[in-house]
């Protein structure tokens, strides 16, 4: 990507996240990266396009962060509910939610490059928390998966009211991990 298109980019994402993207036009979005409409059209093709490059740039910052704490996890329990603790990060710089549920809402065709990109992170982080389940010996993974993307999610779709939700939601988790690597009797 050019420095214009990364400018146009980063623009762009700050501009949908706070204001809403079909509350956003392509004019403000080159008056705020400072380049012209044709510009942005060069480099992008269509706001839809820049749409789906933003949610992309913001999926691979939140895969990174996520995989980060994944890694650093002291044992394989702990890194089932490490998504949990890099969103306590995440949660930091982004009050508004989570970007790719809003953007889910403002673009309910599934044609749509950005609606495709929103609902494949949801997808990735339900697959990921399966992964780690069964890598930490969890009995039914894809049920415990499904259990840790809801309250996942809970806890991002609550952030807006500044209830502290995060915390209440890791410690199920882990509780709900625990369960399911402890054996039966």
């Not at 942005?40 to 704490?69: I, M, P």
């Not at 809003?102 to 044609?111: C, I, K, T, V, Y």
């Not at 998966?145 to 807006?160: C, D, I």
Request: charge should be neutral.
């Amino acid at each position: 990507m050019t420095p214009a298109g990364r400018r146009i980019v980063a623009a762009a994402e700050e501009l949908f996240y706070n204001r809403g993207i079909t509350a956003v036009g392509v004019d403000l979005i080159a008056e705020h990266s400072g380049v012209t409409k044709r510009t942005l059209y060069n480099q992008f093709g269509s706001k839809d396009h820049l749409v789906a490059a933003c949610l992309t740039e913001r999926d691979q910052r939140w895969r990174s962060l996520v995989g980060a704490a994944v890694d650093a996890a002291d044992t394989p329990a702990e890194a089932v509910t490490a998504p949990f603790e890099a969103l306590r990060a995440w949660s930091g710089t982004n009050t508004r939610g989570c970007a790719f549920i809003n953007a889910l809402a403002e673009l309910p065709d599934p044609s749509h490059p950005a609606h495709r990109i929103a609902a494949n992170q949801k997808l990735w982080l339900l697959t990921l928390f399966k992964e780690l389940a069964a890598a930490a010996g969890c009995s039914h993974p894809a049920t415990l998966a499904t259990q840790l993307l809801v309250l996942h999610e809970g806890a991002v779709a609550t952030q807006p009211l500044s209830l502290d939700t995060l915390q209440e939601s890791t410690d199920l988790a882990r509780v709900l991990v625990q369960r399911g690597t402890s054996p039966r009797r």
